[in-house]
């Protein structure tokens, strides 16, 4: 059979599918209900966003380690790996946030335990993505490989979408808030045993290395149609392999990337602003402090409208406009800025869900364009590094800024509004005069 025929048996794809599937929907299931609980515990809103933190940075840190990895111990048992560490992490804080919700421990040490659980999240359910990636684009033929990976990216966007829309229905009776995170560390059992029994053994023959892909933030997790060469396809490795290894080291102040760069971390902090902060902020709006539990609904009703605006920016608007990076920056930081001025002033839940739902789609608009910018920007053979370097300005921003939006927004509601204006708008100012015009 030529290279060109081979493809994955729909099982295999399927199990791929859910592995990325359940760790993206857990995740933001677990976002959308995590206002409530800090309001349940009575602690100050900026130590819950601090307590994604930890797990973002380590996300960054050792995702492109986890991809490296896979060459030589193989696919499955990275993606092994990542959906033990989702497991883990999860069980561990359903059973913290139980016995802090219960009393048993003071909301301090609950949050502080919380943050510690989601290590096992960061550190090692990282390793699952590029893992899923990597086996897709080596044992699938060029004919098919771009419509196999952009299913796996549909599967990371589709959890973004179905976390917060499941998360109210998993408060069960006698669960409470913690339910999501009962059933989410159920399901992620589930996928592991049939990843198991299921996903042949793997021989890692080509280094085919996956994207490395930001941690699933709700409609930030920047799910895209992939290319239909990606790095690591094991019919362009042989040539590329020894001109990587000569290659000079690509570097972050490089003049080509730079402003790139800046577009980036600049535009995600005004993304990562505003979702650390739409959870608290629905509670204040809608008058639900005194009753955290039923906020989980109108939380994970905006962040499902997020999320589908992101879909359809990135799977619709972009293709079907033919948008190149310039004007997709320019076009997605504008509606990110008029986006949010229905969020800050709105006072009922449908304001504030088509607000945050148009920020969002120029948000899904920008952040591609400022990734295939920075990729064009440099030669094919630095295509490795690049994206690295893209993988961490990405992840960059949800360090700090979404416990830094919302000590803003606790202090000053407009000083908090003003900064994400002005950090788009800035945006905005950076690609009419510093990034150079799309071409055909």
């Known amino acids: 059979m030529s290279e060109d025929a081979v493809r994955l048996p729909k099982e295999r794809m399927a199990l791929l599918f859910a592995v990325m599937l359940v760790t993206a ?37 050792m995702a492109p380690f986890w991809a490296r990895r896979s060459d030589r111990r193989g696919r499955k048992a990275m ?118 029994m299921r996903l042949p053994d793997d021989d890692p023959r080509f280094a085919g290395r996956g994207e490395v892909m930001s941690a699933p933030f709700s409609a930030s997790s920047n799910p895209r149609l992939v290319d239909d060469t990606p790095d690591g396809s094991p019919d362009e490795l042989p040539a590329a392999e020894p001109q990587h290894m000569n290659a000079d080291r690509l570097r972050w102040a490089d003049k080509r990337l730079r402003p ?102 120029g948000f899904g608009l920008f952040r591609p364009g400022f990734t295939s910018g920075a990729s064009l920007a440099v030669s094919r053979s630095e295509q490795g590094q690049a994206a690295g370097i893209i993988a961490a300005v990405n992840g960059a921003a949800y360090i700090a800024a979404p416990a830094i939006g919302v000590w803003l927004y606790n202090h000053s509601q407009w000083l908090a509004w003003g900064a994400m204006e002005a950090f788009a708008l800035l945006v905005v100012a950076l690609g009419l005069f510093g990034l150079g015009r799309d071409r055909a």
Do not use: E
């Open 25 to 61: 929907a857990g995740n933001t299931a677990m976002q959308s209900i995590m206002p409530s609980v800090g309001t349940r515990l009575a602690i100050a809103d900026v130590w819950v966003s601090l307590a994604y933190s930890w797990s973002a940075l380590l996300w960054v840190v």
């Open 79 to 196: 993606m092994a790996l990542g959906m033990i560490g989702f497991i883990t992490s999860f069980a561990l804080c359903g059973l913290i946030l139980h016995l802090g919700l219960a009393g048993w421990l003071g909301a301090t040490l609950t949050m502080v335990l919380f943050a510690l659980a989601r290590t096992f999240y960061g550190g090692f359910g990282s390793a699952a993505p590029p893992a899923v990636q990597a086996y897709v684009a080596s044992r699938t033929g060029r004919a098919d490989r771009t419509k196999a990976l952009s299913l796996v990216a549909s599967s990371f966007g589709l959890g973004t979408v179905l976390g917060p829309a499941l998360a109210p229905l998993m408060i069960l009776p006698g669960l409470g808030l913690i339910g999501p995170f009962v059933v989410f560390t159920l399901l992620g059992v589930i996928v592991l045993a049939l990843l198991r």
């Open 260 to 361: 790139w760069l800046v577009t980036g971390l600049v535009g995600g902090h005004a993304q990562a602003m505003l979702l650390g902060v739409i959870g608290f902020l629905l509670l204040d709006r809608l008058g639900l402090r005194g009753n955290p539990d039923a906020g989980a609904g109108p939380v994970g009703l905006v962040l499902m409208a997020g999320a589908f605006a992101t879909l359809l920016a990135q799977w619709g608007l972009i293709p079907m406009l033919g948008m190149g990076p310039r004007t997709s920056t320019l076009w997605g930081m504008g509606l990110a800025a008029l986006g949010i001025v229905p969020v800050a002033v709105g006072t009922d839940l449908h304001t504030i869900a088509v607000g945050f739902a148009v920020a969002s789609m």
